[in-house]
């Protein structure tokens, strides 16, 4: 069993950043890859960011060159550092554990809003 714990998100201006963090409980983090969802209210949840368990790191085009995925495996924890935010990236941020053949974790989400 892996529980997920988001927090970071908050209220941001256009252009501004936020460090993301999502903890993990348990000593299997390390074999799990961990991504970055994001859902806009009306919207499909998206994938924004995902690293594997070997470090291997992929974006959404939407966020390339702003947004850095990151996992330090000694604090079982997941960063997402979003730089350069706009109006866009508003959404609830989720955090999701997966690894092939056994069941994905989602965490609660932690709301992120960009607005002057």
């Known amino acids: 069993q892996v529980q997920l714990v988001e927090s970071g998100g908050g209220l941001v201006q256009p252009g501004g950043s936020l460090r993301l963090s999502c903890a993990a409980s348990?000593?299997?983090?390390?074999?799990?890859?961990m991504g970055w969802y994001r859902q806009a209210p009306g919207k499909q949840r998206e994938l924004v960011a995902r690293?594997?368990?070997?470090?291997?790191?992929n974006y959404a085009d939407s966020v390339k060159g702003r947004f850095t995925i990151s996992r330090d495996n000694a604090k079982n924890t997941v960063y997402l550092q979003m730089n350069s935010l706009n109006p866009e990236d508003t959404a609830v941020y989720y955090c999701k554990a997966d690894r092939t053949l056994y069941k994905d974790y989602w965490g609660q989400g932690t709301q992120v809003t960009v607005s002057s």
């Open positions: 690293i594997t368990s070997g470090g291997s790191t």
């Open positions: 348990g000593s299997i983090f390390r074999f799990y890859a």
